[in-house]
């Protein structure tokens, strides 16, 4: 069992900057994935940027290039840097584990708002 809370969601204003982390109760290296995604009210959850076990990173592309995902190890974290925000970019932001049985655990979300 994986257990995930995330936090650092906010309000900021448009062009602004928060720094996500997802806190995992397992060591992370032995997770073949960690990813963000996102739900904005009235709109299905979409996936914004994942990190593999192997070092490897990949963002939307509504996000690429002011989102950066990175993990450290020795923390069981994982956090996502998100620069230059849009109002757009308003949602709640969920963390998502997959283990190696491929069992996909998730956290509770924290939300984060963009004024104009």
């Known amino acids: 069992q994986v257990q995930l809370v995330e936090s650092g969601g906010g309000l900021v204003q448009a062009g602004g900057s928060l720094r996500l982390s997802c806190a995992a109760s397992v060591n992370i290296f032995s997770l073949i994935t960690m990813a963000w995604y996102r739900q904005a009210p009235g709109k299905q959850r979409e996936w914004v940027a994942s990190?593999?076990?192997?070092?490897?990173?990949n963002y939307a592309g509504s996000v690429k290039g002011r989102f950066t995902i990175s993990r450290d190890n020795a923390k069981n974290t994982v956090y996502l840097r998100m620069n230059k925000l849009k109002p757009e970019d308003t949602a709640v932001y969920l963390c998502k584990a997959t283990s190696y049985d491929r069992h996909d655990y998730w956290g509770p979300g924290t939300q984060v708002t963009v004024s104009s």
């Open positions: 990190s593999s076990r192997g070092g490897s990173t």
